[in-house]
């Protein structure tokens, strides 16, 4: 370990990363202080705390942006789209780490090529197939998107740790009489567990907070998601602060809460999430 | 197990992921590199070949491209520097035994967890009205600029947006890797009278090679590929100075609905973004020590 005993280099050094925090603090003071304030107020003093507390101002930006239909959006989307990539993305590793052949060997090339290729060179041409299978203005449609875009990342966590799972449970599972789908779903899901958690987290976070697919998806307004819905508010009423800094803060609180009580899994997600396969 | 059966199985198990795939990036992919040898201006019109012509047209005519290509380069590079030196610094502060240091990486974490549009709208409101208002109190020259109004505090503003959203996501790898590092080694320099500036130079920097390979890879490849920040934020503006690569094909491709020159320059940037890619992370790995 390279951490010292309390001295006074330390004692400077957490005074430094206090004052950072609090900058890093500050923007969601200034939103939230000024999301409570009337329009005048917020124009004339914005770092001040609220003379008068404008409660209307939420009520406004719910109503605005149909906050509890689009909160119900985001969820219904982000819920089955992980589940399933979890499902397919680890029977999918599973059968590659497995079953050495030419035909996975390629597949999971395919994959990791793909984990480099940026979205705006697959958006244009992708745009026509969502368009020729009517997924244009579906939930669903915006779903299997999902489950194309984010496999390969999926594959890519869970190949890596699959990979350090040991073959002798299966194999004595094997002996047992178990078959294949037996093995899968008794044997190996409980062995990889906590990865499946770090799927869970990394692309709940990806996908609750995705823009691009869902403005190119989604254009029907009773079918947006969290982000879209506050980005066409913003298009709707520019320099409204007093609703749009509501709007931003119901927009943020549902991942924010996410976080503060999943911080754990959260942060072990990112550590394992970053280690070269 | 029966050749038949063992079909069945396989089909089972990779069928799902490898269907959506093909069809959702595979096909794309592949038919994006033809379209962009073809004039095509709508998602149902029929695309007409017209050979390396958009190729040419991009390299001749359209300077905004590469303008927002250099944007995105000198963007990514200031990124990168600035995200990495101060997440490695707060991740060497935060291993120290500080009592609040639980609270602090939770602090330094949270801007992470929100979604891009939300976090470019937070900060254009506090460049805009934030900066004035804490100008008039202080009388401080930088936060009187004309913040997002210009092509350098434009740069800079979203700069700032990148940098306090990832420097937490990146401190957390660097602290997980910090307190890996063997204590042994750091024990036997100090017997020998190495300086604290020593140590980190000749002994922490060296071994902490393959973390800083994973945060640079993450950096680059969220700073180029970047666009719901920065669409929130400064919409490109003003006067298309802080356009990225991103932005700027989806303004091709949707907005002014050009799919063959759109499907040509994501062909350019997939081959630059490919390239580069590729060139950092063998340059990193060369550069790692293993002990």
């Known amino acids: ?277 | 197990m029966t050749l038949v059966k063992k079909t069945g199985l396989t089909l089972l198990f990779i069928g799902p992921a490898s269907i959506f795939f093909i069809l959702i990036i595979a096909y794309p992919f592949f038919s994006g590199i033809y379209y962009s040898f073809t004039e095509w201006n709508g998602v149902n019109a029929k695309p007409i070949w017209v050979g390396m012509r958009n190729f040419i047209e991009i390299f001749k005519e359209d300077s905004q491209f590469f303008a927002s290509f250099w944007f995105t380069v000198r963007f990514t590079v200031t990124t990168l520097i600035l995200t990495n030196v101060l997440a490695f610094a707060f991740a060497l502060i935060l291993i120290q035994p500080i009592k609040s240091r639980g609270p602090l990486r939770t602090v330094f974490f949270l801007p992470n967890v929100i979604g891009g549009v939300l976090l470019g709208f937070i900060w254009r409101f506090i460049l805009v009205n934030g900066f004035g208002t804490i100008g008039e109190l202080t009388n401080l020259q930088v936060f009187m600029l004309p913040w997002l109004g210009s092509p350098e505090t434009g740069f800079w503003g979203i700069v700032i947006v990148y940098t306090w959203r990832s420097v937490g996501y990146l401190m957390i790898i660097y602290i997980a890797h910090l307190l890996n590092i063997d204590t042994h080694l750091l024990e036997a320099a100090k017997i020998d009278g190495a300086s604290s500036f020593g140590m980190f130079s000749k002994i922490i920097l060296p071994l902490s090679m393959s973390a800083i390979t994973v945060c640079l890879f993450l950096v680059l490849s969220w700073t180029f590929k970047s666009f719901d920040i920065v669409l929130s934020l400064t919409a490109g503006g003003p006067f298309r100075s802080t356009e990225t690569v991103a932005l700027n094909i989806y303004y091709e491709a949707f907005s002014y609905s050009n799919f063959g020159i759109g499907s040509a320059k994501s062909l350019i940037y997939f081959i630059l973004v490919g390239g580069v890619t590729m060139l950092q992370v063998r340059f990193t790995k060369s550069r790692e020590v293993e002990v």
Not at chain 1, 13 to 27: C, K, Q, T, W
Not at chain 1, 52 to 71: D, G, H, P, R, T
Not at chain 1, 147 to 164: C, N, R, W
Request: positive net charge.
């Open chain 1, 1 to 277: 370990m390279i951490a010292q005993k309390r001295n006074t280099k330390v004692t400077i050094a957490e005074i430094f990363v206090i004052l950072a925090a609090l900058l890093f603090l500050a923007p969601f003071y200034f939103v939230i202080v000024n999301s409570l304030k009337p329009f005048g107020e917020i124009l004339k003093n914005a770092a001040s705390l609220p003379q008068v507390f404008a409660w209307s101002n939420y009520s406004k930006a719910i109503e605005k942006i149909n906050f509890v239909k689009v909160l119900c959006n985001s969820l219904i989307i982000t819920t089955i789209s992980v589940f399933l990539l979890v499902i397919f993305g680890s029977m999918t590793s599973w059968w590659i780490v497995r079953h050495k052949s030419k035909l996975t060997t390629i597949l999971f090339f395919a994959f990791v090529a793909a984990m480099i290729t940026p979205f705006q060179s697959i958006m244009i041409p992708l745009m026509r197939v969502v368009t020729q299978l009517h997924f244009v203005n579906t939930h669903i449609g915006l779903i299997i998107v999902y489950m194309g875009y984010s496999t390969p990342f999926t594959v890519f966590l869970y190949h890596g740790f699959i990979k350090s799972v040991p073959l002798q449970l299966e194999e004595a599972a094997l002996i047992d009489g178990c078959n294949t789908l037996q093995i899968f779903f008794h044997i190996v899901i409980p062995l990889i567990k906590s990865m499946t958690v770090t799927v869970l987290i990394l692309q709940a976070l990806l996908i609750w907070n995705d823009f691009l697919l869902p403005l190119l998806i989604l254009s029907k307004k009773d079918l947006h998601t969290i982000p879209l819905a506050v980005f066409s508010f913003f298009g709707q009423y520019t320099n409204r602060w007093d609703y749009a800094l509501a709007t931003l803060v119901l927009g943020m609180l549902p991942i924010v809460i996410f976080f503060l009580l999943l911080q754990k899994y959260v942060v072990a997600g990112v550590r394992s999430g970053s280690v070269k396969g």
